[in-house]
Each structure stands twice: as structure tokens, then as C-alpha cells.
Nanobody
Framework: QVGLVESGGGLVEAGDSLRLSCSAS????????VAWFRQAPGKQREFVGG????????KYTDSVKGRFTISRVNANKTVYLQMDSLKVEDTAVYYC??????????????????WGQGTQVTVSS
């Protein structure tokens, strides 16, 4: 059983930065892809970005490119989402998700069997 726990959310002002963490238990990441999704009230869950553990390759949705950065630390099985230049429209619950294998960092939520509980990010104007 893979356990994922997000942390680091909070209330910030537009232009500020936040760093979210996704810590894993019950798994040693090797062939996994770990992704970040977000869901705002009344909207569908949206792919933010992901990282392929084996080589550190990353992929981002267009709206966060140049502002968000995903990284990983092998030793403590943690994936980070560094969010800079935050905008009001970044407000959402942010989730991390993990899937085994695959050559592509998929943006399709149903292909990730393991999810964290989410952490709220609120950006005020």
C-alpha cells in the first residue's frame, strides 16, 4: 500500500511563493511517475505537472510553466512542488499522485492509482 502525504499549503498573496511536499510511505520510488494535480471549487481535477523518478524528467501544464518547478529527493522519497509568482487562479486543493512505470508523464488522473489527501493553497489578490 502506497501512502502519500502532502504538506506545505497555506494562504499567500499574489506574487508570493510556496513549496509543497509529497512524502511517500510503503514504497521505494524507482520506476514511478509522481504528479501534482489541483482542483478548484466547481472545476475538474487538473494536471499541474509530474516527474519521472528514474531520470528526473519533468512535464508541466502550460499555465504553470516558468513559475512552478517539480523536484525529487531520492533519499527521503519526497517530491516537491515549488510554486513561484503565484496567481489568484492558482487557488485550489493540490494533490500528489503516483503511478508505476510508463514512458510518459501522463496528465490523466485515472491512470494514477495512488493519491494523497490534498493540501489547500489559497492565493489572495
Amino acid at each position: 500500500q502506497v501512502g502519500l502525504v502532502e504538506s506545505g499549503g497555506g494562504l499567500v498573496e499574489a506574487g508570493d511563493s510556496l513549496r509543497l511536499s509529497c512524502s511517500a510511505s510503503g514504497v521505494t520510488f524507482s520506476r514511478h511517475t509522481v504528479a501534482w494535480f489541483r482542483q478548484a471549487p466547481g472545476k475538474q481535477r487538473e494536471f499541474v505537472g509530474g516527474i519521472r523518478w528514474i531520470d528526473g524528467a519533468t512535464k508541466y501544464t502550460d499555465s504553470v510553466k516558468g513559475r512552478f518547478t517539480i523536484s525529487r529527493v531520492n533519499a527521503n522519497k519526497t517530491v516537491y512542488l515549488q510554486m513561484d509568482s503565484l496567481k489568484v487562479e492558482d487557488t485550489a486543493v493540490y494533490y500528489c499522485a503516483a503511478a508505476v512505470g510508463g514512458l510518459d508523464i501522463t496528465s490523466i488522473p485515472r491512470l494514477y492509482p495512488n493519491w494523497g489527501q490534498g493540501t489547500q493553497v489559497t492565493v489572495s489578490s
